[in-house]
């Protein structure tokens, strides 16, 4: 059983910056890729990144150049660098994982972007 707890999420002016953060229980984190995903109202889930084990990263069109996903084992925690927010970027945000078939999703935590 993994167990995934977002939290960072808030009210931010077009432009501004925030970091999420991921919180993993167990030492499977350490061998799993992670990724980040988006929810906005009426639309469907999109996927924003992701994070290798080793830590390769690739992201959606849509925040690339603005989001950096990075992750520190040592904590069990992934990050959500947003820099240069739109508001449209105004969603739940979640994390996840898949180990051995089994996905394991975090409760999310909405970022709103708006002055």
């Known amino acids: 059983q993994v167990q995934l707890v977002e939290s960072g999420g808030g009210l931010v002016q077009p432009g501004g910056s925030l970091r999420l953060s991921c919180a993993a229980s167990g030492s499977i984190f350490r061998i799993t890729t992670m990724a980040w995903y988006r929810q906005a109202p009426g639309k469907q889930r999109e996927l924003v990144g992701s994070i290798s084990s080793s830590g390769s990263t690739k992201y959606a069109d849509s925040v690339k150049g603005r989001f950096t996903i990075s992750r520190d084992n040592a904590k069990n925690t992934m990050y959500l660098q947003m820099n240069s927010l739109k508001p449209e970027d105004t969603a739940v945000y979640s994390c996840?994982?898949?180990?051995?078939?089994?996905?394991?999703w975090g409760q999310g935590t909405q970022v709103t972007v708006s002055s």
């Open positions: 996840a994982t898949n180990v051995f078939g089994n996905e394991f």
